[in-house]
């Protein structure tokens, strides 16, 4: 047997030769899609920061303006006695601090210093000013979230349990929940600022982080946080919203022909249909960067040694994809405004008067609707809604 022959034979039909041949072709073709997939992620990966650098400025200022009208308006003489203008004046103030405390300081720190590679913002990664922002940024976006379930949850209350409404939704403990969810949010963020300092890079460049002598708990406790802001929401405004269109669905079924329609009615409609725009979009703009945030911490050091398929080449690709999601995830806090306007007539007459109120018309200006009186605790008609 020739020594071809034999090479053949011990290697199952092919030759060393094929085989080595085949391995240095296979090895090329790799090698150029590699290249084609470098680029492609390049092309992903500046995609999203450019995206990131340019539409969360706009956002920023749509934000910041929308949410400043929404607030004058549901702290108005004649919106601030419903208790849903006080969750939404909440949502709108606190959405204000989301944007200031959080979006912009990172928008100052990604955005800038790619638009901009010179600028330093130093004055932001000193101690003090670092565990302050972050302090005031985990409570805005902790009150944010938790604002719109006791939102829903008062929704749901008033279009489920109709009888429990005038009890249970008054002024007086929408004050209170409020006052509770504020107070929860300042308490069981206080670990954020004492985990968090001002550290120096390889560089000598000072950077505000997370403590690295506290990095696991710091972990752990991030990501219960993420948890409480993201999917404990999700599944309370999506389960209670579903009952909230099911109800609504049976009554306007039912009730077509003899149900009583008063102004009171129709605003309490206007807000339910707000609430599940709210929901909706909250939903939405959340989704793609909760998904992304899930995969980063499967394949985070703490968590990748459980996970197989934990290793990721393409950190580019993902950090790509993770500004565009975080950047959907802003518009959270700017879209509101635009919901109110369409969904709720009430508030664009309010958002007209702001522009349009003076001392000579307010007489033919004041809504007809005059529920804000020291006895409507009581006096409230019980309606369809």
């Not at 901009?116 to 972050?134: R, S, T």
């Amino acid at each position: 047997m020739s020594l071809v022959n034999e090479s053949t034979a011990i290697c199952g039909g092919i030759s060393v030769y094929d085989k080595l041949f085949n391995f240095l072709n296979n090895d090329i073709n790799q090698t150029k899609c590699a290249l084609m997939n470098d680029g492609v992620i390049s092309e992903i990966y500046n995609t999203g920061r450019n995206f990131y650098a340019y539409f969360t400025p706009v956002i920023l200022l749509i934000g910041i303006l929308g949410n400043s009208l929404s607030l004058n308006v549901f702290i108005s003489r004649s919106m601030r006695c419903l208790s849903a203008s006080t969750y939404l004046a909440t949502l709108s103030a606190s959405d204000l601090s989301v944007l200031i405390f959080y979006v912009t300081v990172e928008w100052l720190r990604r955005g800038l210093a790619y638009l901009v590679p010179e600028a330093k913002i130093y004055f932001l990664d000193v101690n003090g000013m670092c565990q302050l922002q972050i302090y005031l940024s985990y409570v805005s976006r902790f009150l944010s979230a938790w604002i719109i379930v006791a939102f829903t949850v008062e929704r749901y209350i008033g279009v489920c349990h109709p009888l429990q409404r005038r009890y249970i939704c008054s002024s007086k403990s929408t004050k209170q929940i409020v006052s509770s969810i504020f107070l929860i949010a300042v308490v069981i963020v206080i670990y954020k600022p004492v985990l968090s300092g001002v550290y120096k890079s390889s560089v000598g460049t000072p950077y505000c982080t997370g403590s690295k002598e506290h990095g696991f708990a710091a972990f752990v406790l991030d990501s219960i946080f993420a948890i409480l802001i993201t999917l404990v929401p999700f599944i309370v405004i999506t389960v209670l919203n579903i009952l909230i269109m099911r109800k609504l669905f049976i009554r306007n079924k039912r009730q077509k022909a003899c149900r009583v329609i008063t102004e009171e009615s129709v605003i309490r409609l206007e807000f339910t249909i707000i609430l599940l725009a709210i929901s909706v979009c909250f939903i939405a703009f959340n989704t793609p960067y909760f998904v992304l945030w899930c995969r980063n911490f499967l394949n985070s050091k703490y968590v990748s040694r459980y996970v197989d398929n934990a290793s990721d080449a393409n950190l580019q690709y993902w950090r790509g994809l993770l500004y565009i999601a975080r950047t959907i995830f802003y518009m959270n806090y700017c879209v509101n405004f635009f919901l109110y306007s369409i969904t709720g007539a009430y508030f664009r007459r309010e958002v007209r008067m702001l522009f349009t109120y003076s001392n000579s018309n307010a007489t033919q200006q004041q809504p007809i609707f005059t529920r804000c009186t020291r006895n409507s605790k009581y006096n409230t008609p019980l309606t369809w809604l």
